[in-house]
């Protein structure tokens, strides 16, 4: 029975690795799928790490928040980097800044990380697991104000993914260290 509850919770793991394949290939066929299924068995047999532990609760409404607040972060992000890219007149400032998370998960920290890198004009530069510390380098950065409205947009990130996928610990976790989650 115990193998069976791992089982369960790596699925969507092993779904998503046998959908990537099938993204990769650029191909929705039963060969794709076959192919893609052997590719995600050898893969989670050879490369043996460890379970990653989900939290059992996905909240479709604040993952449909993030999902249409991420597409226009990335549109609002994409016109903003390329009117600096093509304005002569004014250089575009640019930091690195540390940003720590709130919420001690490993899985919500590679989350932040990811989606922060998505949008235009942020990259993840440098990770500290045990702090809980993102650093990224930020573009269109002139002052503290700033910094500090970058900071916060990361933070937002971070509660929405927690509300979205994150436990109800988490969730709460949140709400104490003082996210409006």
Not at 35 to 54: C, D, K, N, Q, Y
Not at 79 to 102: C, E, F, K, S
Not at 165 to 173: T, Y
Request: aromatic share 10%.
């Amino acid at each position: 029975m115990n193998a069976l509850k791992v089982v369960w919770r790596q699925l969507p793991f092993f779904v998503w690795l046998i959908a990537l394949w099938m993204l990769l290939w650029g191909q929705f066929t039963v060969l794709a799928f076959v192919t893609g299924l052997v590719v995600a068995v050898v893969v989670t047999r050879v490369f043996r790490l460890p379970p990653v532990e989900l939290s059992g609760r996905i909240n479709l409404w604040w993952g449909l928040v993030y999902v249409v607040e991420f597409l226009a972060a990335v549109v609002r992000s994409s016109l903003t980097v390329a009117w600096q890219a093509i304005d002569w007149r004014h250089r575009p400032g640019t930091a690195i800044i540390a940003v720590r998370l709130r919420c001690d998960d490993d899985l919500i920290m590679t989350h932040v990380g990811v989606t922060a890198s998505l949008i235009p004009g942020s990259l993840v530069v440098r990770t500290d697991r045990d702090r809980r510390i993102l650093y990224l380098h930020f573009i269109g950065v002139h002052s503290m104000g700033d910094v500090e409205k970058q900071r916060r947009s990361v933070l937002r990130w971070e509660e929405r993914i927690v509300r979205a996928v994150g436990s109800r610990a988490q969730v709460e976790a949140l709400r104490d260290a003082g996210g409006a989650a």
